[in-house]
């Protein structure tokens, strides 16, 4: 069922059964996708990595990502757009910018504790009594109800994942891998995304550091090279367009660039991924 605001936005919620696989082909613009796996072996490729997702888990997937669907029991689904959920002043950890959907090199994925599934049963129920409600409180009940299943992931990510307890630094984190989002394209050092966030690069790298993240520069060049391969792969475009589209000058430069990362050059990668297909 979904529903529909004045403005495009708008909320979906599913039960999919097992042939429900149709639903992940098209995404909609600026929207946010979690799935609640309620069977074992769920088997999924995520930008061309496979990912294998039991009972109880949830993954987290922005309109970025690409998604094929190999292995698929039954689930619920829930998808909303920015539109819905950003329209209200959300902050910090639960917004739909925050721990849980800040980038597409992230794949964010939660494990239910026993202790809390009843919890998380409740909390969906009342969301889909809700989603039959036809007065003029309904949008607002529906965002109220997806705020607070998305702090009960956002806790249960921040414990499992041993996120920082900093939260200074933990918004840091955030918002420099949004703004890799925005400019990966256009910006290719970590000084010129500190000086968008009005920090040094060194104290940047630091926080990274202290926090047990990748550095920031790695998270850089796996935005590059995650667009890469998707171009490579989803689209027609030669390694001459690819290559100033994720940024680089020149051929040479982007192949230096994308065999160190994977590998093997775009020529051999494309020519892989035709053979698998």
């Not at 929207?31 to 072996?41: A, C, G, R, Y």
């Not at 769920?42 to 990595?49: E, P, V, W």
């Amino acid at each position: 069922m979904k529903i529909t605001g004045n403005i495009n936005d708008f909320i979906e919620l599913k039960e999919l059964d097992i042939p429900d696989c149709g639903i992940f082909d098209a995404p909609e613009e600026s929207s946010l996708t979690v799935i609640w796996f309620k069977e074992d072996n769920n088997q999924f490729i995520i930008d061309g990595k496979p990912y294998t997702f039991n009972k109880n888990q949830i993954v987290f997937l922005t309109e970025f990502h690409q998604v094929k669907v190999v292995r698929k029991e039954v689930s619920r689904f829930l998808r909303f757009n920015r539109s819905f959920y950003c329209v209200v002043d959300h902050e910090h950890e639960v917004s739909c910018r925050g721990l849980l959907f800040y980038g597409a090199s992230n794949v964010p994925v939660v494990t239910i504790p026993e202790s809390e599934l009843e919890h998380f049963k409740l909390v969906w129920k009342m969301f889909m009594i809700e989603m039959q409600s036809k007065d003029n409180l309904q949008l607002e009940m529906l965002r109220m109800m997806l705020k607070r299943y998305l702090i009960l992931c956002t806790r249960i990510y921040k414990e499992q994942e041993q996120f920082p307890s900093d939260m200074q630094q933990s918004d840091l984190i955030r918002e420099f891998n949004f703004l890799v989002e925005g400019h990966f394209k256009t910006k290719h050092t970590v000084a010129e995304y500190a000086d968008l966030l009005n920090k040094s690069p060194k104290t940047l790298s630091n926080i990274f550091s202290k926090s047990g993240f990748k550095t920031p520069l790695q998270y850089i060049h796996e935005r590059k090279m995650l667009e890469a391969r998707r171009l490579l792969q989803h689209t027609e475009q030669t390694i001459k367009e690819i290559t100033f589209e994720v940024g680089f000058e020149d051929i040479q430069t982007f192949s230096r660039f994308f065999k160190k990362h994977e590998g093997v050059s775009p020529t051999e990668f494309r020519a892989l991924q035709e053979q698998e297909g």
